[in-house]
Every structure is written in C-alpha cells, then in structure tokens.
C-alpha cells in the first residue's frame, strides 16, 4: 500500500496517469493535486471520481505553506509530478507564468518532500516529468540520448531544464531518491485544442484555417499518450534511482506532412471528399526561435526496462481524430471556456 501524489493530474498526460494508476494499483491511494489553470479539467476524470482509492485535491504547487501541511496530512510515499505550463507559445507571450510553476513550484515540492521524509528515504520516490525540449534543436541528422549536454531555447523548455537541473541537485546535495524522463510530443484525446493536432481537428470540423508555422518543415517526434504514460508506470515501478530516461515515439514527421495526413484522415472520417481540408492549410508567420527538430533515442528505455512504443501515427492519429469527433460536447466546452463554469462551481481550494 502506498500514497501517491499526482501533480497536474487533471491535464492532458496527467489525466490518462490517473487513469492508468487507479485501475491497476487498487491497493494504492492515488492523490490528485491541480491548481485547475485553463489546462486542468477535471471532466477528464468523471470515470474515476467515485473509486474508492483516488482523491482530488485543488491546490496551488507555488504555494509552499499548503504543500508542507498537504505533505504532513497524507504521508505520501512518492511523487509524479506533471503540473507545468506546457505551451510554448504561452512562454514566448507571458514568461513568468513558467517560472512561477515550472522552477518556483517543482523546489516547492522538492523541498515539501525532503522535509516530510527527513532522510527516510526507503521505498520513497520524487519523479519529474520532463521533455525532450530541455536539449535544444537538432540538424537534419542525430538523436537526443540521456548524455545530450543541455540547450533549451524557449522560455518554455529553459524553465523546464531549470527545474530538471533543481532535481537533480536535491539528489546530489541531500540524498532525495530522484528519476527523470523527457520526452517527446504526445497526442491523443483529452489534449487542450491550443496544442498542433487537437486545434487543427477543432478548426477542420469549424471549416477555419489551418495554420502552419513558417514553411511547415520543422519535425518532432510523436508520442502516442498512452503509451507514454505505460512507460512512466514502469519508471516510476521499476526505474533506478538517479537515472534518467527519454521516451519517444519513434514517428519522426514535419509539421506539413503530419497536418496534410491529419487533413486525409478528417476527410475520410467526415465523409468528405479527399482534399477538402487540405485546402485550409494556411501558412502563417514563423514562432519566434522555432526549434527545427527533436528525435529522442529511446534505447536506454528499451534496454533497461523493456519499453517501446505501440501505437504509430498514421494510426494514433486516426484514434485521436475519432475520440474528438465523438466527443464534441468536450471539445465545444473548452473552446467557449464553459467548463471552467463547470469547474468553479464543482471544486473550492482545499482548506487544510
Ligand atoms: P497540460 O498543460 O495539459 O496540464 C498541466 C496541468 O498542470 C493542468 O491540469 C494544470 O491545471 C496543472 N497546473 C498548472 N500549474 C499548476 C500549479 N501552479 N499548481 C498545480 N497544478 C498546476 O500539460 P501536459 O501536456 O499534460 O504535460 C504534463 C507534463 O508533461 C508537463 O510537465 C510537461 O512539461 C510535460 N511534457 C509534456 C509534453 C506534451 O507533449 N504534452 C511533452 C513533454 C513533456
Ligand atoms: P506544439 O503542439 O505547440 O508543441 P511543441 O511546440 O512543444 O513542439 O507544436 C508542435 C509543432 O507544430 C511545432 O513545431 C509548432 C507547430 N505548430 C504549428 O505549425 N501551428 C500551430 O498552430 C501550432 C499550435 C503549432
């Protein structure tokens, strides 16, 4: 029996970890902790809310006064933790939001940990979340492995690679049993309609346009959700203490192709005549710093614990293309801003 603390849970990877975590470790508590940002929506857990062994808490990781008494309450055995601002445009716009989560909150929870376990580390775990995007960009050759010397570029992934860096010095300087992973893009359902695919699905079914950054031939590796989240169970299980760990999809596209493929897919599921919504791909000015190309070399993963990656992209896309279709009151809730109604009127921050 252990008490996991989850943080994010109630966002795009978080909620399928959730998922994952509850239904296979019954004898486990699984804790919840979300701040509820435009990126939480606890409608993404409806389907564990009543099970008996998870518990959501709204709460803020930059406040470190209510994670030492969240620490102090429910004894917790380890930690996930996810809770981030994920948008890289979000960064270039406003900065400081990710440095108050991203460093700011992770060496809050570092330190709620260190103190609550007070050197007791048996059987106790901190594992950070992290992205491939720490590294920098790559040329047209060459892979990310885990000895890949940092470079992050964006206010996004420096603020990642910061609170990376924060981790790894709460191992060194006082012994906090630690593991991390980057990875690479994920997609799949429940991922906020501002990330490439679900925004491309959302304006295909609007009739919008379709808007590709630059010339579109800037690639990154995709990374089916769920299996993402089979390889942070088994790290998190059985990973070593001190490691780190990149997990890739190994489905390296361009932006071009992979929109004008999603276009294909849109159509045949529509009933729509092929073309049709290629015909809204619209170049639009470039992301300031735009990273050319991530590709992760996973075999790290492989070696040590056995993981690979299941699902590739012409069919991950197809599944996630029919979860949004068949989920239109979920999409339609976020991009009027509805559930955040839903939401307010549902949870109050946790009063300790
Ligand atoms: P997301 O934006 O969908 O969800 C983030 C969650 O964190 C939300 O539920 C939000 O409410 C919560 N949160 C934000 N600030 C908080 C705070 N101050 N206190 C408590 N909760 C807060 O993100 P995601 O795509 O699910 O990513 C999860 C993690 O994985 C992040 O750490 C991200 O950096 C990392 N990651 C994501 C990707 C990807 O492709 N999505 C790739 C690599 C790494
Ligand atoms: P995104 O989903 O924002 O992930 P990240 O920037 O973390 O890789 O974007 C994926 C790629 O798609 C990235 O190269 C930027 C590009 N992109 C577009 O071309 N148009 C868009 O509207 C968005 C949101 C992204």
Redesign the pocket.
């Known amino acids: 029996m252990a008490n996991l603390l989850i943080?994010?849970?109630?966002?795009?990877?978080?909620?399928?970890l959730i998922y994952r975590l509850v239904k296979n470790y019954p004898q486990d508590h699984i804790y919840n902790?979300?701040?509820?940002?435009?990126?939480?929506?606890p409608e993404?857990l409806q389907a564990v809310e009543d099970a008996a062994n998870y518990t959501f808490i709204k709460?803020?990781?930059?406040?470190f006064a209510f994670l030492e008494q969240l620490f102090a309450r429910y004894h917790f055995d380890g930690v996930i933790?996810?809770?981030?601002?994920?948008?890289v445009d979000r960064s270039i716009a406003n900065p400081m939001?990710f440095i108050?989560?991203?460093v700011v909150?992770t060496v809050n929870l570092l330190n709620a940990a260190k103190n609550a376990w007070q050197g007791n580390y048996a059987g106790k775990r901190f594992y950070?979340?992290?992205?491939?995007?720490v590294y920098g960009s790559l040329g047209a050759e060459g892979y990310f492995t885990e000895e890949t010397a940092y470079d992050p570029r964006s206010p996004?992934s420096a603020s990642?690679a910061s609170?990376d860096h924060f981790v790894r010095a709460w191992q060194h300087t006082y012994g906090l049993p630690v593991v991390i992973s980057?990875?690479?893009?994920?997609?799949g359902p429940?991922?906020?309609p501002e990330?490439l695919l679900p925004l491309i699905i959302n304006n295909i079914k609007e009739g919008k346009p379709l808007p590709v950054y630059g010339d579109g031939t800037n690639v990154r590796d995709w990374?089916w959700?769920e299996d993402?989240v089979a390889a942070i169970d088994l790290i998190y299980h059985q990973g070593t203490i001190g490691e780190t760990y990149n997990i890739g999809g190994n489905n390296e596209w361009s932006n071009i192709d992979l929109v004008r493929t999603l276009c294909d897919v849109m159509d045949q599921l529509l009933d729509q005549p092929t073309g049709t919504s290629q015909g809204l791909i619209t170049f639009v000015k470039d992301r300031p710093g735009h990273d050319q190309r991530y590709a992760i070399d996973a075999t790290k993963l492989k070696d040590a614990l056995g993981w690979e990656p299941l699902v590739g992209v012409p069919e991950g896309l197809r599944l996630t293309a029919q979860w949004y279709l068949a989920n239109p009151e979920w999409l339609s809730r976020i991009t009027s801003g509805a559930y955040r109604e839903y939401y307010q009127q549902q949870y109050q921050d946790e009063s300790l």
């Open positions: 943080t994010g849970g109630a966002g795009f990877i978080g909620s399928h902790l979300d701040a509820l940002t435009y990126a939480g929506n993404n709460g803020d990781i930059t406040d933790h996810l809770a981030a601002e994920s948008h939001a108050l989560t991203n909150g950070h979340v992290s992205t491939d995007e996004y990642k609170s980057n990875c690479s893009n994920n997609y429940y991922q906020f990330k990374l959700v993402h």
